[in-house]
Every structure is written in structure tokens, then in C-alpha cells.
């Protein structure tokens, strides 16, 4: 919830139940915010549901799934902080792939006794559409170099220009928007202090140049991206535009 856009959170509620998903929870894993609503609306779905009236039963085991890097490991951390105060029990990370296995159950709360599974990020094996692709790759769920750090960032910048969010313009000091990713990534490489000697072949000899880096300022633009510093983004909201009311 930290680094989404939240302005349409009731039309996003609306657009998941209309593909049958109730009971959204936005949550900050990081800060821990809403992580206490998240084991009593657990606890009341399961027993509701008759499916899993089982008399001996008294122990709820769970298994928390997810598309990667989504914060799957990183729920199950924040849920043991806040009902055991213990500490980290599975790993994180800001990579896809960080958790390789199902491993063990993790306690994560005492009243009621509740266990959680944590597994691997999963993604469909078919994309829908090639921009459904960026978005899933802009958000980390595989790893950048697989599209390209450029191309990550040409679709950031095309996604934070039509949605009119400028954060960037004065996290980088640009004189103002600009729809040109190699101007903005240039102009980020040259801030940063980015910039790389390349030779340059001639006919009357060679001559080493500097040249701004474009992929390290990709990187760093993906970076502050991912960490919030341009601002939420919502990176659906064409999906939620095109809705039916
Ligand atoms: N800002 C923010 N970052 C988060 C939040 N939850 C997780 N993260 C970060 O997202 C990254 C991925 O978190 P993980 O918990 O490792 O994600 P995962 O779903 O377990 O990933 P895999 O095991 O690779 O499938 C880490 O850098 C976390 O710090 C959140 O609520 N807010
Ligand atoms: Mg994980």
C-alpha cells in the first residue's frame, strides 16, 4: 500500500471483486501497517467456511502464495513481529527467486495457533499482452536483464508521463518532463556522476571519450522507482479506466 497509488482504492476493490477476489487487505509489510487486520479476517473466512469444520482441528495451516517478489516472505516476517515479536523467520529480498523452496511451516500467531507455508513466487506461463509483461517486470517479478534495464526504464517513463506523475522531474532536477528516455537517463548519468570513458576508433587514431551510462542510470531509475522515491504509482490504472462501471 506504500508504493501504490491508492487515490482509486475503491475501483480497485470493485475491478478484484469483479474477477472474484473478496477481502482485499492493502498492507506495508515494511512498516507493518495493517498486518494486524490480515490472521482475524484469516480466522473468520476459514471458519465460516464449512468446508473446514473439522472438530479436532484446532491449528490453522496456510499457504501464502504470490506472483515473486510481491512480498510473500516478507507478510509472513511482518504478521511474526506483530502477534510473536519474534524476528525474521524466512528470507526477503528485491529480486525474484529469493525463496527457492516450500520450506517447513512458520508460526506466526499463538491465539489462534496459526502456521504459515512460505513458496516460491509463481508466474502464469503465458502473458497476456507484452505491456501486462512490463508491468509485471517493472514491479521485479522477473529478473530486469531479461527485458533490459533500458527498455524497464523507457516503459517507467512512458507510464509516469501519461499518468501525469512528475515526481521524477525533481527527484532527478530535470528542467521539466521530458518523453525521451535517452535525454532523461543521459541527464540521470551525468547527476549521478555515471559516466563511462569508451574509445572511440578513428582514422587519425583513437580517442577516449566519456559517455553517460545509460543502463547504471536505468538501474538507478528502476531503483528509486521500486523504493517509492518517485511517488505511488498505480501501473493498472488503464485497466481500471476500461472497466465496466
Ligand atoms: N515498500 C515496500 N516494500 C516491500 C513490501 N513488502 C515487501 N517489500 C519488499 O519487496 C521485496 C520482495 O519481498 P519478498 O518478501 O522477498 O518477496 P517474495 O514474494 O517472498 O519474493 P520471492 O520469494 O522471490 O517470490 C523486498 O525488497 C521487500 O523488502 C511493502 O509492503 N512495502
Ligand atoms: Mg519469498
Do not use: W
Not at 473446514?52 to 482441528?57: K, Q, T, V
Not at 510473500?72 to 511474526?80: D, F
Not at 526504464?153 to 525521451?180: E, K, M, P
Amino acid at each position: 500500500m506504500d508504493l501504490a497509488d491508492l487515490k482509486d482504492q475503491q475501483k480497485i476493490i470493485q475491478h478484484l471483486e469483479g474477477q472474484g477476489l473478496q477481502n482485499v487487505i492493502f498492507t506495508n509489510c515494511v512498516k507493518d501497517k495493517n498486518i494486524k487486520q490480515v490472521i482475524p479476517a484469516v480466522t473468520e473466512l476459514v471458519r465460516s467456511s464449512y468446508r473446514y469444520h473439522r472438530g479436532e482441528n484446532v491449528e490453522l495451516c496456510i499457504m501464502v502464495i504470490g506472483v515473486p517478489n510481491v512480498g510473500k516472505s516478507s507478510l509472513i516476517n511482518s504478521l511474526r513481529r506483530q502477534h510473536l515479536r519474534k524476528g525474521k523467520a524466512t528470507r526477503v529480498g528485491g529480486e525474484p527467486g529469493v525463496t527457492r523452496a516450500v520450506m517447513s511451516r512458520i508460526q506466526v500467531c499463538e491465539r489462534p495457533l496459526m502456521f504459515l507455508l512460505d513458496t516460491p513466487g509463481v508466474l502464469a506461463p503465458r502473458i497476456e499482452s507484452v505491456e501486462t509483461g512490463l508491468k509485471l517486470a517493472l514491479c521485479g517479478t522477473v529478473r530486469d536483464h531479461l527485458v533490459g534495464e533500458e527498455t524497464l526504464a523507457d516503459y517507467l517513463l512512458y507510464t509516469l508521463n501519461r499518468h501525469q506523475l512528475f515526481g521524477y522531474v525533481q527527484h532527478y532536477g530535470l528542467g521539466g518532463a521530458c518523453d525521451d528516455v535517452g535525454s532523461v537517463l543521459k541527464h540521470v548519468a551525468v547527476r549521478l556522476g555515471k559516466t563511462q570513458k569508451v574509445k572511440v576508433l578513428t582514422g587519425t587514431g583513437n580517442v577516449n571519450v566519456i559517455q553517460p551510462n545509460y543502463t547504471a542510470a536505468a538501474h538507478d531509475f528502476l531503483r528509486a522507482f521500486r523504493s517509492g522515491l518517485l511517488g505511488p504509482v498505480m501501473l493498472d490504472r488503464d485497466v481500471l479506466q476500461s472497466a465496466p462501471p
